[in-house]
T-cell receptor, first 109, second 114 residues
Framework: RKEVEQDPGPFNVPEGATVAFNCTYS??????FFWYRQDCRKEPKLLMS???SGNEDGRFTAQLNRASQYISLLIRDSKLSDSATYLCVVDYNNNDMRFGAGTRLTVKP | GAGVSQSPSNKVTEKGKDVELRCDPISGHTALYWYRQSLGQGLEFLIY????????KSGLPSDRFSAERTGGSVSTLTIQRTQQEDSAVYLC????????????FGSGTRLTVV
């Protein structure tokens, strides 16, 4: 089993749609969780951290479910500019951060 | 500088040659990571430096790969006797205190072995 697994997609949604991605992780002792965004041929950029109580940043909501060992990212009212690959990142073992392979999102007009 | 700086941005080398990739992290960031990303693939962890501690080299794919970090700042990733499967984008990232505060990535070095 991979340490961090994501549905690779692609997710193709119309503008204004709500879309959700899930990511599962294998190490129950993992402490830190993040979502990164990576545009084509660019480096990943931190989108948001994921806190135990869940957190929201504008149209983006991140949640953590420790019991089931998954994190989620919800994007509301999606924009064309949201098209990118979204990477789930988990603190695997004392600062050894492991990345999921990414979920590709395409928002269409 | 304000961000993580990597050089060169592109490197084309012949199979069997050695290459050196450089990373200059954000000033004050104690943690430095190297990843590589093949076309259309996810990120593959290579090596992690934290302060003056011994680096975590568990991700290095073979003994042809090595990395140093001098003075707790600049890092160099060296690939000896390059092979075509080494072709990828090599990304460096730094973080203030390990990964708990997220990483900032450099724009990467695109390595092509011909």
């Amino acid at each position: 089993r991979k340490e961090v697994e994501q549905d690779p997609g692609p997710f193709n949604v119309p503008e204004g749609a709500t879309v959700a991605f899930n990511c599962t992780y294998s190490n129950s002792a993992s402490q830190s969780f993040f979502w990164y965004r990576q545009d084509c041929r660019k480096e990943p950029k931190l989108l948001m951290s994921v806190y135990s109580s869940g957190n929201e940043d504008g149209r983006f909501t991140a949640q953590l479910n420790r019991a089931s060992q998954y994190i989620s990212l919800l994007i509301r009212d999606s924009k064309l500019s949201d098209s990118a690959t979204y990477l789930c990142v988990v603190d695997y073992n004392n600062n050894d951060m492991r990345f999921g392979a990414g979920t590709r999102l395409t928002v269409k007009p | 500088g304000a961000g993580v700086s990597q050089s060169p941005s592109n490197k084309v080398t012949e199979k069997g040659k050695d290459v050196e990739l450089r990373c200059d992290p954000i000033s004050g960031h104690t943690a430095l990571y190297w990843y590589r990303q093949s076309l259309g693939q996810g990120l593959e962890f290579l090596i992690y430096f934290q302060g003056n501690s011994a680096p975590d080299k568990s991700g290095l794919p073979s003994d042809r790969f090595s990395a140093e970090r001098t003075g707790g700042s600049v890092s160099t990733l060296t690939i000896q006797r390059t092979q075509q499967e080494d072709s990828a984008v090599y990304l460096c990232a730094s973080s203030p205190l390990g990964g708990r505060y997220g990483y900032t990535f450099g724009s990467g070095t695109r390595l092509t072995v011909v």
